[in-house]
């Protein structure tokens, strides 16, 4: 199983990014996914969450500005951002708990894409 996270960048304050976060390999099952983000000095933070379900959860320095979605057809999520902050400046993960016949369910990590918000 692999995320492939994509659609950082460098944008304007008060901007709009998109990242988008896609589930590759065989014969598994996608629970919870997330994005986390972490920024240079500070610790890694959930940015966003949403079940299998469509059940969402968001920090609260997010809550209002950015949306988490999510389409199993594509076994993909994203994440949409805007109203960006020169606070926001991180590199973002995307997370999985996904289930394998072979491993059972475990968390699973993209690589990370940097978004830049200049003032």
């Known amino acids: 199983v692999q995320l492939q996270a994509s659609g950082g960048g460098l944008v304007q304050a008060g901007g709009s990014l998109r990242l988008s976060c896609a589930t590759s390999?065989?014969?598994?099952?996608?629970?919870?996914m997330a994005w986390y983000r972490q920024a240079p000095g500070k610790q890694r933070e959930l940015v966003a969450s949403i079940s299998s379900r469509g059940s969402t959860r968001y920090g609260d320095s997010v809550t209002g500005r950015f949306t988490i979605s999510r389409d199993n057809t594509k076994k993909t999520v994203y994440l949409q951002m805007s109203s960006l902050k020169p606070e926001d400046t991180a590199v973002y993960y995307c997370?999985?708990?996904?289930?394998?016949?072979?491993?059972?369910?475990?968390?699973?990590w993209g690589q990370g894409t940097l978004v830049t918000v200049s003032s």
């Open positions: 997370n999985g708990n996904i289930w394998t016949p072979t491993r059972g369910s475990n968390d699973y």
């Open positions: 390999g065989s014969f598994f099952t996608i629970n919870d």
